[in-house]
């Protein structure tokens, strides 16, 4: 293993001239602020702030509505009074009032721009286009005290704002137990579903009460307590993860193997107790995150690895289904041989393949936007077809095809979403044990040679006719894994359930989750797909969510949420050495304090 | 018999004629450096022979096989590999896996073998890795041990010239077309690039055709000299002769005025 050189803890400053970083801007405070005020209002004005008023996370002091709201000013704050980044050989400014003055800013524009537009909304009728500019949103804003409220509002924003610039005082290890508590507390507040469930399904059911108040939201008692563990979890056990990372991997191979053997049947006790823990409910969400995050893994091989952009990714789904439902419906319309579920799979599979050849093909000559377009018009053909008069005697028409048997293996019948939960975990696992293995071999090196540079791969020896269609292939018949466990747990298929909304939201969710990254694909799935089904009252604000969510990904984050970590420090460490300025300080300082300690002669340098 | 023999080879672009009646072959064994100004066609002639490109006219034999009409990557297959002028790494990908990319045209395990984890997969596996280690061991200790699993674009400049040829080593290639390999490095790596050429072929028995702006290393490594300008062949021989040759000097630095009175 390459030691790791110790980064500095200053940057080198030569001689006397010390070069000072740019200090926090309150220009950039003040543009922030704007668009703070501006978000704010367009959360108001779009209903959300009402919507979500119904629903409190403290029980009668905060409801999500106003959650929203000022979060607004708070994490525009937190990023206005955050310094500029600081190049090497710069000396970082001192954080102190300044942090906390954009902070204010940043609040005290929100507040104005609020309350303006309270007045205006007050003053002059906007219903007739605004229609979600009620007077109960404005009672909420003013928190039902006429006008007067406004200064709570104002007050609110510039408390928020002043919390988010303090924010950026605390030191790392502060700020992030506060905002890793902060966002467990809100999560846990708006899931009271799952977590009373949970306490329920452990004979803890006692705890319930003291948690949450019954109404809706945790109790003081129970935000205070969620706050301090998650703080305490986010202090002790975070910082400690990447020292363990470090002890496992210098442990022999022996005890890194029961290592890896322990926290298997910890994983797999954990997933078998979870639904029967977490009750029909919840396992109903579950079963929908494993449908599509099996589609998720199937589209990260085709986008992710293959770097084929396709938009019409539910077409291999709905054959996936309408295969299922066809083999295995005693009511398919034309033609119903009544086979098992699994008798079926291999047909699925086969279809799937066809399918996946019958895309490929006409598109193996495209690129980017191209290939997108094209694929999105086959996903759209795909669902007229099952749509179409046409094909009614085989597909049924917008009737589908219903009576669609439940999966069995023998005995064991899976007819309850809990019971659904395992065969899909199942088949969760077997695509991420194909994605895993495909990736890390001659196929998905060329895979991804394709998607860095299709000519070079080309003149390495890559066969790019064969490998796209690879990519398609492997793709569809995941995907319609998806599609025939859709078709038995639901027990019928319509043509409506195979939306280019689905597509875009496999696509979403691969694009947040981490592309390429299997783990991330988890992540985003039960972030994208899990949340909004558990949270009803954001189901209307669905992709007005994706769509924010996909634009600041793009801007500040293009890797993903879960990016490899591996790459992440080998990048910061190179960009060390390769700072030819950087490595010679470093060099002599090391050379330094062996010279003070007597030992050892300097390492030899690797070439 | 010649390995590759380049026959009234012809290519158009649009009204500019890149490659005109060229005749050209390589002997195995030999190092042959294509020379000419700028836009004589050197690259254009790299592009055609691995099929980047279609020639309009002639044909190209290597090793018995016409060349002209196959996919650059049968070409790679049967045995021609080459490195870009402007380097052209999978930035993204290790440097392991840049040079197990090149082993692809040489193994067969589809996706059945690796989900299933046949042995024979596996051990094919283990093939590729130990040839691409092997290829980049070659340049010494610059990019194996724990530049292995490190991504290409942390390469320094040099490196990633290295990696290209490693990369192009590891097709099993018999004939390496490297185009511009000293571009953009110091003199010092120049010359240790110079040597390298020449153990390629000493060591590893590959034929070598490169295009090279730098005369030293010209000098130093090529048994034969050809020099292209306007797309056709104006001389070949040694270096000292082409040096020396009236034609190549004036291709460079133009024609002498002729006095008229």
């Known amino acids: 293993m390459a030691e790791i050189a110790p980064v500095p803890e200053k940057a080198p400053v030569i001689e006397d001239v010390r070069l000072k970083a740019p200090e926090v801007s309150l220009e950039r405070a003040a543009k922030l602020g704007g668009v703070a005020g501006i978000v704010a209002v367009f959360v108001s004005a779009n209903g959300m702030v009402q919507a979500f008023a119904e629903r409190d996370i403290i029980s009668g002091v905060l409801s999500m509505g106003y959650t929203l709201l000022f979060l607004v000013p708070l994490i525009m704050a937190y990023l206005a009074a955050r310094e500029p980044p600081v190049l090497e050989g710069f000396e970082a400014p001192e954080k102190g009032p300044r942090n906390v003055l954009a902070g204010l800013i940043v609040g005290a524009l929100t507040g104005l721009i609020m309350a303006i537009f309270v007045l205006v909304a007050s003053a002059v009728d906007m219903r007739r286009v605004f229609i979600n500019i009620s007077p109960q949103l404005l009672e909420l804003l003013t928190f039902g005290q006429g006008m007067g409220g406004l200064v709570f509002l104002v007050g609110g924003c510039l408390l928020t704002g002043a919390v988010g610039g303090l924010m950026q005082l605390a030191e790392g290890r502060w700020r992030r137990a506060l905002w890793g508590a902060l966002a467990w507390t809100l999560l846990i507040g708006l899931l009271e579903v799952i977590v009373a469930q949970l306490f329920r399904g452990l004979g803890l059911g006692f705890l319930s009460p003291l948690f949450y108040a019954g109404t809706g939201g945790l109790t003081p008692l129970g935000t205070a307590v969620v706050f301090v563990l998650a703080f305490l979890y986010y202090w002790s056990v975070v910082p400690k993860v990447d020292m363990w990372q470090r002890r496992y991997a210098h442990m022999p191979a022996e005890r890194q193997r029961s290592v890896r053997l322990s926290l298997t049947v910890a994983a797999v006790l954990l997933v078998a107790i979870l639904p029967q823990v977490l009750g029909p409910f919840v396992s109903e969400v579950l079963d929908l995150v494993g449908i599509f995050l099996l589609m998720g893994l199937g589209l990260n091989i085709v986008v992710g690895f293959a770097g084929l952009l396709d938009l019409g990714y539910v077409a291999f789904f709905a054959v996936g289904a309408y295969t299922t439902a066809i083999l295995t419906s005693p009511a398919s319309p034309r033609w119903s041989p009544e086979m098992s579920f699994w008798a079926a799979l291999p047909f699925v599979i086969l279809a799937a393949a066809l399918a996946g050849i019958i895309v490929g093909t006409p598109v193996l000559r495209m690129r980017g936007d191209y290939l997108a377009i094209v694929t999105l018009g086959f996903g759209e053909i795909a669902r007229l077809l099952l749509l179409s008069d046409w094909l009614r005697p085989v597909f049924g028409g917008a009737q589908g095809i219903l009576k669609i048997p439940t999966l069995s293996i023998g005995p064991i019948v899976f007819r309850t979403p809990v019971d659904m939960f395992y065969p899909i975990v199942g088949f969760c696992l077997v695509a991420a044990y194909i994605s895993w293995k495909l990736k890390n071999s001659r196929i998905g090196r060329a895979w991804m040679a394709m998607r860095e540079d299709e000519q070079v791969a080309e003149a390495m020896g890559v066969d790019i006719v064969e490998i796209k269609l690879k990519a398609f292939i492997v793709g569809a018949v995941i995907a319609s894994f998806g599609g025939a466990l859709f078709a038995t747990k639901i027990g019928s298929v319509f043509p409506h359930s195979f939306s280019l909304l689905v597509s875009i939201t496999v696509l979403v969710l691969i694009i947040v989750g981490g592309l390429g990254n299997i783990p991330g694909v988890v992540v985003g799935t039960l972030a994208l797909v899990g949340l909004p089904e558990l949270l009803r009252e954001f189901q209307e604000y669905r992709l007005l969510a994706y769509g924010v969510l996909l634009i600041l990904m793009m801007l500040y984050r293009p890797e993903g949420l879960l990016p490899s970590k591996q790459w992440v420090r080998e990048l910061h460490e190179e960009e060390l050495m390769q700072d030819a300025w950087l490595k010679m300080e470093e060099d002599r300082r090391r050379a330094q304090a062996q010279a003070a300690q007597g030992d050892l002669p300097a390492r030899p340098e690797e070439a | ?261």
């Not at chain 2, 649009?14 to 005749?23: N, P, S, T, Y």
């Not at chain 2, 990908?93 to 395990?109: D, F, K, Y």
């Not at chain 2, 270096?239 to 460079?252: C, F, G, I, K, P």
Request: no cysteine; aromatic share 6%.
């Open chain 2, 1 to 261: 018999m010649a390995l590759l023999e380049v026959r009234g080879l012809s290519k158009d672009f649009g009204g500019l004629r890149a490659i005109d009646h060229l005749d050209f072959h390589v002997e195995e064994g030999e190092i042959v450096s294509v020379i000419g100004p700028n836009g004589a066609g050197k690259t254009t002639l790299f592009n055609l022979i691995t099929g980047l490109f279609q020639p309009d006219e002639g044909e190209i034999i290597f090793d018995g096989h016409n060349l002209v009409g196959l996919r650059p990557d049968q070409i790679t297959r049967l045995g021609v590999a080459r490195t870009f002028q402007t380097v052209r790494l999978f930035f993204n990908m290790t440097i392991l896996e840049n040079v197990m990319v090149g082993l692809h045209g040489r193994t067969r395990s589809g996706i059945l073998d690796t989900i299933l984890s046949l042995p024979r997969q596996r051990e094919e596996e283990e093939f590729i890795r130990q040839q691409a280690i092997e290829a980049l061991s070659f340049f010494g200790k610059r990019l194996v041990g724990f530049r292995l699993n490190q991504p290409a674009f942390v390469l320094s400049y040099a490196n990633r010239r290295r990696l290209e040829i490693a990369r192009a080593m590891a097709t099993g290639a018999k004939l390496l077309l490297l185009d511009e390999p000293t571009a953009g490095m110091n003199p010092r790596e120049t010359l240790e690039l110079t040597e390298l050429i020449g153990r390629l072929r000493d060591e590893k028995g590959y034929t070598i055709v490169l295009i090279e702006h730098d005369m030293r290393v010209v000098k130093g490594v090529s048994d034969r000299v050809v020099v292209l300008d306007y797309g056709r062949k104006i001389a070949e021989g040694d270096y000292e002769e082409v040096a020396h040759n009236e034609r190549v000097l004036e291709a460079y630095l133009g024609r002498k005025a002729v006095r008229s009175a």
